[in-house]
């Protein structure tokens, strides 16, 4: 039997979601926030870039615009209502310094107990390649939990009002190929779909199946797939750093 997933703990308020692009939150990891807010507790999303290099039939001037507005779209309608978006050029995120100190920065500002990523890791298991954008901002956000919380690290930071913020007590990696802990979310999975459907002229360009039905079919199967490690329960699986 595979080796069973563990309940993601409840001990924060506060969630912070650093992505790279519109549309990483919503392939899993939005129901599982809708499911959160419900319980009253607090989510704000972070995304490095507007996407604007992610549909092959739009020019990135036009993509930009469009998919930050569906994803200001995307999170309101599983209720976040902060959306944050840093600029960084869509495809060829580099990590390093500069992208710890912007995450740094938005970590003291929002003061978060959780943080939530996408996959770091180089593959989403067997040999499907992950991206260099998901690999470097995944792998720069679990980085920069440690660099909010220490003042000798970007200094410029507290002369800006930024001061330290070691409060982040878990980082949450989405669709790690590695998942340690899980959450029930059937009742934020309509939300979700509903979410996953604003990205609309991305999924139409992604496929030719209608974008309802491949939204719920692939939200569905894949808390499906994790309920044999759950209790038999549908979930949003996760890869949990505790610090």
Same mark, same amino acid.
């Given at each position: 039997? *595979?080796?069973? +997933? %563990? @309940? ?6 506060? =969630?912070?979601?650093? !992505?790279?692009?519109?549309?990483? /939150? ?24 507007v996407g604007e290099a992610g549909i092959d ?5 036009? *993509?930009?615009? +469009? %998919? @930050? ?6 999170? =309101?309608?599983?209720? !976040?209502?902060?959306?944050?978006? /840093? ?156 610090r």
């Amino acid at each position: 039997m *595979a080796e069973q +997933l %563990r @309940e993601m703990p409840t001990d924060w308020r506060r =969630a912070l979601a650093i !992505v790279a692009h519109p549309d990483d /939150l919503e392939y899993g990891a939005a129901a599982a926030i809708a499911t959160w807010l419900d319980d009253g507790r607090e989510c704000a999303y972070l995304l490095a870039t507007v996407g604007e290099a992610g549909i092959d039939t739009l020019p990135p001037a036009e *993509a930009g615009p +469009l %998919r @930050e507005r569906e994803q200001r779209e995307s999170a =309101a309608a599983v209720g !976040v209502s902060t959306v944050e978006f /840093l600029g960084y050029p869509d495809g060829v995120i580099e990590y390093g310094t500069a992208l710890r100190r912007d995450f740094a920065a938005a970590i003291r500002r929002h003061r978060p107990e959780l943080v939530i990523t996408l996959n770091h890791h180089d593959t989403w298991g067997g040999v499907a390649w992950n991206t260099p954008d998901h690999r470097a901002v995944g792998r720069a956000t679990l980085d920069a939990v440690g660099d909010a919380g220490n003042r000798w690290i970007f200094p410029e930071l507290v002369e800006q009002g930024l001061m330290p913020w070691n409060g982040v007590r878990h980082v949450a990696v989405a669709g790690s190929p590695q998942p340690t802990h899980a959450v029930d979310a059937r009742a934020g999975l309509d939300r979700g779909v509903a979410s996953l459907l604003c990205h609309r002229t991305y999924i139409e360009a992604l496929t030719q199946e209608d974008p309802e039905r491949y939204a719920r079919s692939f939200l569905e199967g894949g808390m499906a797939a994790v309920a044999e490690r759950f209790g038999g329960r549908p979930a949003v699986p996760f890869e949990l750093f505790s610090r």
